[in-house]
């Protein structure tokens, strides 16, 4: 998986220009709830895992209490549910919620594109470079045939994009969204997948930006984002014609062991 954070951290301050951003200081709870979320992504614990909380508080290397409240916090988040059986259960996504997150995504990603254009030249300059990096490493990624880092280079454009927007909000929201789009994938999907032509889907949001056209960025991400919806609602039968298009990798079908946690002293 990729280095950068998976979850809200990535975006605190939704990168704060010329000021110095409040420090935060993280909990216990904090670095439960991010592992978890990064074990959600990576597929360490994939759809449908149930979770023991006297297990997982082993692995962790952590106390029942604030695992238990971190657990609380992705039940919030919508990324853990409760079975039907005793405990909590990593989500499932089904076909509605594949339309509803990307729904949702087609709406923040063009607001995100138009406030990065409203940014000062200097700022957007700076944006560009990011973004320009994550699209390298999707072209590097493409060119070995791996679909890990193609996926994960794709959430962090995706990251990057929110991050720069401008909005708290909207980046906190763009946080889960892309964690359970990654959910869609492993819950549509028999094994990790991702297509060849995300990279140059977004090597043209780049130049869109870069054009400083807006409408086509914004033309550009829904019509990405649609594709998407069809391609993990397709029948069986006509994603199997697509199979030259994609990229594949295995992931478990159970949960996997997860490492301890290093905790900085004082936590």
């Known amino acids: 998986m990729s280095t950068r954070n998976s979850g809200l951290s990535a975006l605190a301050g939704a990168r704060q220009v010329g000021r110095l951003a409040p420090v935060r200081r993280t909990s216990t709870v904090d670095l439960i709830a991010e592992r978890l979320r990064e074990a959600v992504v990576e597929g360490s614990l994939p759809p449908g895992a149930v979770l023991g909380e006297a297990e997982l508080a082993f692995q962790l290397g952590v106390s029942r209490g604030p695992l238990r409240e971190a657990m609380q916090r992705l039940t919030a988040e919508g990324l853990l549910v409760i079975p039907r059986r005793r405990g909590l259960a990593v989500r499932t996504m089904t076909p509605e919620d594949v339309r509803d997150i990307h729904w949702l995504r087609s709406r923040i990603e063009p607001e995100l594109g138009r406030r990065i254009l409203a940014r000062p030249a200097a700022e957007r300059k700076t944006v560009l470079a990011e973004l ?73 949001f780049v130049e869109a930006l870069a054009a400083e056209d807006a409408r086509r960025f914004a033309v550009l991400i829904e019509a990405h984002l649609d594709a998407e919806v069809a391609r993990l609602l397709a029948e069986p039968v006509a994603a199997a014609k697509e ?25």
Do not use: N
């Open 243 to 267: 199979g030259e298009d994609r990229l594949l990798a295995e992931t478990p079908d159970e949960p996997q062991p997860l490492d301890r946690l290093d905790l900085p002293e004082g936590l």
């Open 132 to 204: 320009g990096a994550e699209v390298k490493r999707m072209q590097r990624a493409l060119r070995k045939d791996d679909a890990r880092d193609l996926g994960d280079a794709y959430l962090d454009f995706h990251r990057a994009l929110a991050a720069w927007g401008g909005s708290v909000r909207l980046a906190r929201m763009m946080a889960t969204l892309l964690i359970e789009t990654r959910l869609c994938t492993f819950s549509m999907y028999e094994h990790f997948e991702v297509h060849r032509d995300l990279v140059p889907e977004h090597v043209a």
